[in-house]
């Protein structure tokens, strides 16, 4: 039986209620925008990502589970059920590292909280719009309880990192898109703070399986969990954010609760939300921003690079500095845009391309640095760069905020073309355009189901 004297925060009541009425608000024209886009943005990342090794996995293992058939594995032909659909579309979103980011929350948003969300809007038969709106909500929370976990990147513990945004997130979308009523909702939020998780260790798996699972996988799935059992009964303690051994309390007692609902319906999280421009991890972006500049404004060619000088906030370069994966390692990254011009989907994922002669001769020439002093260092996504050429010429440029980030924004024809790039190879040109098409007006569909014709090849 329910625990009737339990005292619930102001917060927590504001919380809950708002989560509670998502599915029925109507959002804001930009707001609602802005969330196509990003749902465009991780739908093309899943399908990429079906065919990577994250993505086989998660399909093999939910081959393996016998379950009821509600949710679609987007990018094939199979059905499972919204758990099994959350997980494997959730590693798929994160395997190729092209998913969207939320960079002053170092997140993932996309890929935990769209396929949570997703998975229940199809189990349940809801519309397009309520699917945006949980959406945007899951954004909020997931980039919020992370702001909350650590108002100051310093403060940051290491038992906290981006999965426990991704949960809370995901959850409040799965409650939400299923209609919990408030206090189902404390308790769907109880359960997540139940299952908070994630180790560092992710970032040392050389196949990523592991990284999209903890980044993608474990907090959609998860999410989705908490959201089922509060509606199917469950019940425990309803304020888990504040009282004694609170999830702030267990892990970062010098949190701002108050993050979590400072502006909470005023300040949506998705229009500080970025998306990568390269098919690349995060932390590249800006680097990749960059060289792509100099290499247009001023014409020379990888041959004539003496040195290159990467300053990157620390944070960041952590994650990319000679890292074994292609795709997530900054140095190769750099070296394949100096010799290709670009760097495409294709050959960010080519291992074989990091022992090529000429990749590992640019290599030996390019350093990285940690850099102290951008003010938007905590952000992520800026970086300069210092490029000394054979010919004496030195080229210096920096940005504070890379192409794609929120403050200087994709335009619409440029998410269009990255979206095609990702969805045609493996749904051909007219089902792509097509599924593109319907995202695109995805506000207008009365039942989210009817994607599962256009997303699966």
């Known amino acids: 039986m329910a625990n009737t004297t339990e005292s619930i925060s ?22 609602a925008t802005r969330t ?6 991780t739908f093309a990342a899943i399908i990429a990502g079906s065919r990577l090794p994250p993505g086989k996995s998660a ?21 499972s059920s919204s758990l099994n659909g959350a ?12 998913d969207d980011t939320h960079p002053p929350s170092r997140t993932h948003p996309g890929t935990a909280v769209i396929p949570a969300v997703l998975a229940l809007a199809e189990q349940e038969g809801r519309s397009g719009a309520e699917l945006l ?28 990192n981006g999965a426990f945004g991704h949960l809370f997130g995901a959850t409040a979308g799965a409650a939400a898109i299923l209609g919990l009523n408030a206090r189902q909702c404390r308790y769907a939020l109880t359960y997540a703070g139940q299952q908070a998780s994630g180790l560092y260790t992710r970032l040392r798996d050389p196949g990523h399986v592991e990284k999209a699972y903890a980044v993608g996988g474990m907090p959609a799935h998860n999410g989705v969990l908490a959201a089922l059992m509060a509606r199917s009964g469950f019940t425990g303690v309803e304020d888990v954010f504040s ?56 014409g020379f060619a990888a041959g004539d690079v003496q040195h290159l000088i990467v300053h990157l906030p620390a944070t960041e370069l952590k994650i990319v500095d000679n890292r074994a994966m292609p795709s997530i390692s900054l140095q190769h ?9 670009t760097v495409s989907f294709a050959a960010a994922r080519d291992k074989n391309r990091m022992s090529e002669a000429a990749i590992l001769a640019l290599r030996g020439r390019i350093s990285a640095k940690a850099d102290t002093s951008s003010p938007n260092a905590v952000r992520g996504w800026s970086c300069a760069m210092d490029i000394q050429l054979k010919d004496g010429r030195t080229l210096s440029q920096r940005t504070e ?10 335009s619409l024809d440029e998410i269009g073309d990255k979206a095609r790039g990702l969805i045609c190879p493996v749904l051909g040109k007219r089902r792509g355009e097509t599924l593109i098409g319907a995202l695109a007006g995805i506000d207008t569909l009365d039942n989210v189901r009817h994607l599962r014709a256009l997303y699966c090849p």
């Not at 594995?73 to 059905?79: A, D, S, V, W």
């Open 10 to 31: 102001p917060l927590m009541r504001k919380l809950s209620t708002h989560i509670a009425g998502a599915r029925r608000r109507s959002l804001e024209t930009v707001v």
């Open 36 to 41: 196509k886009i990003h749902l465009l943005d």
């Open 59 to 79: 399909q093999h293992y939910v081959s393996t589970q016998p379950a009821a058939e509600t949710s679609g594995l987007i990018g094939t032909r199979r059905m």
């Open 87 to 98: 997980l494997a579309n959730g590693m798929a979103g994160h395997a190729a590292e092209t």
């Open 133 to 160: 709106r949980c959406i945007a909500l899951g954004y909020d929370l997931c980039a919020r309880s992370m702001l909350a976990f650590a108002p100051r990147a310093a403060l940051r513990p290491a038992a906290v």
């Open 243 to 298: 009282g004694s051994d609170n999830v702030f309390a267990t892990y970062a007692p010098e949190a701002d609760a108050e993050a979590l609902v400072r502006e909470l319906g005023e300040r949506h999280e998705i229009n500080r939300a970025g998306i990568k421009r390269w098919c690349a991890g995060g932390p590249a972006q800006a680097p990749l921003d960059v060289l792509h500049s100099l290499l247009q404004t001023h």
């Open 333 to 341: 990254l750099i070296a394949l845009m100096l010799v290709d011009g």
């Open 401 to 410: 905020a890379a192409k794609g980030s929120f403050e200087n924004p994709l």
